[in-house]
């Protein structure tokens, strides 16, 4: 199971400060959004180090992360992945950004 965790303060408490390096590296909802945490997520997630991850990794990394509130059907996730990813069964570190990045602008 991979564990992801927010970044920072609850997104929804306003305060008055400057966003500390980690938080400018992340999206409101804690997803890394800079080439420097996605490609770290990434590799943390290569177990094998290969360059790649498995489709089927993927869905469950997509299917662990913030989907605020809703729980998204495999197919639904499927969906999602296969809008960026080119059908081989193993996912690149670039439509992993694709995918991450998508999911950051919901």
């Known amino acids: 199971m991979v564990h992801l965790s927010r970044v920072g303060p609850s997104p929804y408490k306003?305060?008055?400060?400057?966003?500390?390096?980690?938080?400018?590296?992340?999206?409101?909802?804690?997803?890394?959004?800079?080439?420097n945490k996605l490609r770290e997520l990434f590799h943390s997630l290569d177990s094998n180090g290969n360059g790649f991850l498995d489709f089927n990794e993927m869905k469950q990394v997509y299917m662990h992360m913030e989907n605020y509130g809703l729980e998204p059907s495999e197919r639904e996730v499927e969906t999602h992945i296969m809008r960026y990813h080119n059908g081989s069964g193993k996912v690149t570190f670039e439509?992993?950004?694709?995918?991450?990045?998508?999911?950051?602008?919901r």
Not at 95 to 105: D, G, R
């Open 14 to 35: 306003a305060t008055n400060r400057h966003l500390t390096a980690e938080e400018l590296d992340c999206n409101i909802g804690g997803l890394p959004v800079t080439d």
């Open 95 to 105: 439509e992993f950004s694709c995918i991450i990045l998508a999911m950051a602008q």
